[in-house]
């Protein structure tokens, strides 16, 4: 009995020890997963400040640029400002309520828009990956433009001052991996509101901007440049 024993003995060792090493191999590769897990996420560093610029404005007379700052790993605040000049612009047409009288031939506009997002990233860590959050803004324009009166055939010069605004939900994406450069793009829809005037100003038929009552969207498409990490 003690002969089986000792027989016995040393492979009851070695099967124990091997035991451990599996245990301890085992716990020291989660502990790694999770390491790895964790360290992916904690060791990226985004920009906390970026400047944008908002080139595809350009096409309807504006120059928009941006401001977005982090606040948090999930949260930032974004600030858009829009200026919009032209003289003589066929970009722009106005029409009076009355139907006797078609306006075009827009001179000296001018318009501005101050834009403001607040952003909440779900995919990383802010300012880099997919977002959703909210949007207000208030713009305002000022123009001449050519009165004709269909009945007389007479022409007369005339001038308008519109103010409207907007606030609503939008959804993003935007991709900082690349070095100092940030590329971002969003959409929302929400409420507009304008001046009684508003509805009869259209931008490239409506398209790109309205001054109305009622639903409306926002798209935007932007290139940034980080100031600071």
């Known amino acids: 009995m003690l002969k089986n024993t000792i027989t016995i003995l040393p492979f009851f060792v070695l099967l124990l020890s091997f035991c451990n090493n599996t ?17 992916n996420t904690e060791s990226k560093i985004y920009p906390k400040l970026i400047f944008c610029y908002y080139p595809i404005a350009a096409i309807t007379g504006n120059f928009k640029i941006g401001v977005e700052r982090k606040l948090s790993d999930l949260q930032s605040i974004k600030t858009n400002i829009r200026f919009g000049f032209g003289d003589k612009s066929s970009i722009y047409n106005y029409q ?9 031939n827009i001179r000296n506009f001018v318009m501005a828009m101050l834009e403001m997002q607040l952003r909440y990233y779900f995919s990383d860590k802010a300012p880099n990956g997919f977002y959703g959050g909210f949007y207000s803004y208030y713009k305002l324009a000022n123009f001449n433009y050519a009165n004709y009166n269909s009945y007389n055939y007479t022409t007369t010069d005339a001038s308008q001052f519109l103010n409207g605004g907007g606030l609503g ?22 409420m507009s509101f304008t001046s009684p005037e508003g509805n009869n100003l259209q931008c490239l038929s409506g398209v790109a901007d309205r001054y109305f ?7 935007g498409a932007n290139v940034g440049l980080s100031l600071r990490k």
């Open 23 to 39: 245990n301890a191999q085992s716990k020291n590769d989660e502990n790694n997963y999770y390491r790895r897990r964790t360290t």
């Open 96 to 104: 009076t309520p009355s139907n006797s009288y078609y306006n075009s």
């Open 169 to 190: 939900i939008l959804v993003g994406i935007q991709n900082v991996s690349l070095q100092k450069i940030a590329l971002d793009v969003y959409m929302g829809s929400g």
């Open 213 to 219: 009552n009622g639903i409306g969207f926002i798209v």
